[in-house]
């Protein structure tokens, strides 16, 4: 059972980091363009234009992921005590 919740736990872990890292990504880049303002303006409306455009198909998905969420934790669980599986690929 502990190495089911562990399983499950690293799972979210690495979800939420994937969702994380583009943010970061963009924060750190645009410190590093702290002397170069028109090319910062230009990459953080880039940014927002990007955000606006895939919002519908985050919002799809985080629906979609909700809808089927009990099903792909099992799987996933099933997956993490079956012997020569391997549960996060």
């Known amino acids: 059972m502990a190495d089911k919740r562990a399983n499950l736990v690293d799972w979210l872990r690495d979800a ?11 924060s750190a880049q645009k410190s590093r363009l702290e002397n170069y303002p028109k090319l910062r303006t230009r990459i953080e409306k ?12 985050e919002i799809a998905m985080a629906e979609w ?8 934790t ?16």
């Open 16 to 26: 939420h980091a994937m969702e994380q890292q583009p943010e970061q990504m963009l």
């Open 65 to 72: 992921l909700k809808e089927h969420l009990p099903e792909l």
């Open 74 to 89: 099992q799987a996933f669980l099933d997956r993490s005590e079956t012997p020569g599986l391997e549960a996060k690929r």
């Open 46 to 57: 880039q940014t927002h234009k990007a955000c606006e455009q895939i919002l519908p198909q």
